[in-house]
């Protein structure tokens, strides 16, 4: 799968996996989850409006485009939090467990 941001220069950070739809990811120490998440696929989540896909869109936190989940339900901002060590993340509807996903 491509991804929408592209490493080109760092090298020198430690790398560490995190969980994205039930598929292992790589991060870098000191990613947000956007970072995170767009180095390893094209898009951020799934619309809850539609049955588009999502990119975020201000990277600071204002605009509440960046919303995803963890696996236990938890709603986070994937640009202003960062990625963790075994942390597994929900972007796509069809992934997610009852109560994991708000229904609408």
């Known amino acids: 799968m491509s991804a929408r941001f592209v490493r080109v220069a ?3 950070r430690r790398t560490f996996e995190i969980v994205i739809d039930g598929r292992p990811a790589l991060a870098c120490e000191g990613d947000t989850l956007m970072v995170a998440l767009l180095t390893a696929q ?3 989540r799934d619309s809850e409006f539609g049955d588009g896909r999502r990119a975020g869109f201000c990277v600071m936190g204002a605009c509440q485009d960046c919303w995803v989940w963890t696996a236990h339900g938890e709603r986070v901002r994937a640009c ?3 990625a963790v060590a075994g942390m597994s993340i929900v972007t796509r509807l069809s992934q997610a467990r009852e109560g994991v996903w708000p229904r609408l």
Do not use: K
């Open 10 to 12: 760092e090298t020198g």
């Open 80 to 82: 202003t939090t960062q």
């Open 42 to 44: 094209q898009d951020l």
